[in-house]
């Protein structure tokens, strides 16, 4: 592989977006406008509001999309070559093999543990719900397996296997209390960019691979996050939701791979491009998100 654009710190000065009051604004704003809601006498206002940050969500991706943009166009087009490629973001995409992950495992203190799974947490926009807004409209085959994954996501219809309130047990295990004020803006950044590609109809392929991306490289660093966790003393039952997706996740990404990446390629190759800058737009914001971790902890 070429060269990979990363952030080296290079693209945050020039930028409106990569700064705490933007991803402050848009997480708020995502919160309240993705929340369930009564109708009220202020929704012609609310639309007001949301074309205003729509325009400006718009503007967040799109920068994203122009530091990717080069890399995702030399992906290949043809499904079985497409997806070799987007394999191979495992090991050489941006973030991958992240130093901070072993030290997670190996020497962080409950206190650090607690604070990383805090910032993650916040930053969850839930995995679920953004396939669940991914799957629209899209064609057969690939809508199959967005079901068959949010099904699991639902544990199968036992309350108990759902995997958003497996992370919820952990918030509360670890007494932390994951809000929009006390997390880092590269956190909000990820779980913003998400949420844009997710409910946007136009970045529809984005989304798919920033969410296959996801199950892709999950498994490694739910491995080592768990291995902390247990270092720390936590439960089987409390470790669980790393546990699980350590080893879940690597079928999620070969299935989302062949029943959703291939098919829909097949069907028209310009896909590709899409998908590809949406998985690059995604292990960026995790980079940042790890770099800013890193830095936090002085490592
Ligand atoms: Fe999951
Ligand atoms: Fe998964």
């Not at 879940?248 to 896909?271: F, I, M, Q, Y």
């Not at 949406?278 to 960026?284: F, M, Q, V």
Request: aromatic letters at 10%; glycine letters at 8%; proline letters at 5%.
């Amino acid at each position: 592989m070429a060269t990979r654009l990363r952030l080296d710190g290079a693209d945050a000065p020039a930028s409106q977006f990569l700064t705490d009051s933007f991803q402050r604004g848009l997480a708020r704003w995502n919160r309240a406008r993705l929340a369930p809601q009564f109708p009220g006498d202020d929704w012609q206002k609310d639309i007001e509001r949301d074309a205003r940050l729509l325009r400006l969500e718009g503007g967040f991706i799109e920068e994203q999309r122009a530091a990717v943009a080069a890399e995702a166009a030399a992906a290949p087009t043809d499904p079985e070559g497409f997806v070799a490629w987007f394999e191979a973001l495992k090991e050489h995409g941006p973030g991958q093999g992240d130093p901070l992950f072993p030290w997670l495992a190996e020497t962080a203190n409950r206190d650090e543990l607690r604070w990383f799974f805090e910032q993650e947490a916040a930053g969850e926009a839930g995995f679920d719900d953004l396939v669940a807004y991914t799957q629209v409209k899209l064609p057969a085959q690939a809508k199959l397996e967005l079901a068959r994954n949010y099904w699991d996501e639902m544990g199968r219809g036992a309350a108990k296997g759902m995997h958003g309130p497996m992370l919820d047990t952990l918030v509360e295990t670890l007494a932390v209390d994951p809000a929009i004020e006390t997390t880092v803006w590269e956190s909000l950044a990820l779980a913003n960019a998400m949420t844009a590609m997710a409910t946007s109809r136009r970045y529809a392929w984005h989304s798919v691979g920033a969410l296959g991306v996801i199950e892709l490289t999950a498994p490694g660093r739910s491995a080592l996050v768990a291995k902390g966790l247990r270092r720390i003393g936590l439960s089987d039952r409390e470790r669980r939701y790393f546990d699980l997706h350590a080893v879940l996740d690597l079928k999620h990404s070969a299935d989302w791979n062949r029943e959703a990446l291939v098919p829909l390629v097949a069907e028209d190759p310009r896909r590709a491009t899409a998908i590809a800058e949406g998985a690059l737009i995604r292990l960026n914001a995790g980079a940042r998100c790890f770099a800013r971790y890193r830095a936090h902890f002085g490592l």
